[in-house]
């Protein structure tokens, strides 16, 4: 079974700090998705990764960076973290390879509180 | 036009019925489609994939896929209360590569 881990499951930050969110996939994916999820604005991806070293955009990557050192890690960074920036965060991971569909499979999420 | 459209409900059904819940989406080229289950405060959880027309069966789970009329759905029969959960519509929307595009979610609620 495809197993993605997050490194904390609840998270509590002061305004300002530099906060790293981490996420490892044990399944020798290709690309990697960090979404946050709000109610009512569903999941809205930030960034992702289809390799290592790469990163794209996603929709709403202002506030935010991304590392991708190795291929079974991505890390989301938030440079200086803003109250509006308390949400659930969520890392998934999905193959490139021949016969897959593009699944992704979930991280347990990370519930982030800036205070 | 959301790319990705689901009705938000809740729906409600009695414990025993058939749950029906319905996604459109907007992308022609779409290859392959998934419902997601998602149970509060916890993250998706991938219950049904689908990449060809007509209707795919997992247990209770029947997933429809009616391409022409860019429509999917996922039938859940004999619902039982541990059944109620939000469930999310996701599409591999052509044009976006290896990106999946989800809908808003659908909240079901099964009474006993």
């Known amino acids: 079974d495809v197993k993605v881990t997050q490194s904390s499951r609840y998270l509590v930050k002061r305004t300002g700090e530099k906060v790293f969110l981490e996420c490892v996939q044990d399944m020798d994916h290709e690309n990697m998705f960090w979404y946050r999820q709000d109610p009512g604005l569903g999941l809205r991806l930030i960034y992702f990764s289809y390799d290592v070293k790469m990163k794209e955009k996603g929709d709403i990557p202002e506030g935010y960076s991304v590392s991708r050192e190795k291929k079974e890690r991505f890390s989301l960074i938030l440079e200086s973290a803003s109250t509006n920036q308390t949400s659930m965060y969520l890392c998934?991971?999905?193959?490139?390879?021949?016969?897959?569909?593009?699944?992704?499979?979930f991280g347990p999420g990370t519930r982030l509180t800036v205070l | 036009q959301k790319e990705v459209e689901q009705n938000s409900g809740p729906l409600s059904v009695p414990e025993g019925a058939i749950a029906s819940l319905n996604c459109t989406y907007s992308d022609r080229v779409s290859q392959s489609f998934f419902w997601y289950r998602q149970y509060s405060g916890k993250s998706p959880e991938l219950i049904m994939s689908?990449?060809?027309?007509g209707d795919k069966e997992d247990g209770r789970f029947t997933a429809q896929l009616n391409k022409a009329s860019q429509y999917v759905s996922l039938l859940i029969r004999d619902s039982q209360p541990s059944d109620s959960a939000t469930y999310l519509c996701?599409?591999?929307?052509?044009?976006?590569?290896?990106?999946?595009?989800f809908g808003a979610g659908t909240i079901l609620r099964v009474k006993s």
């Open positions: 996701a599409v591999n929307l052509g044009e976006y590569g290896n990106k999946l595009v």
């Open positions: 689908i990449y060809s027309n």
């Open positions: 998934a991971s999905s193959s490139s390879g021949a016969f897959t569909y593009n699944e992704q499979f």
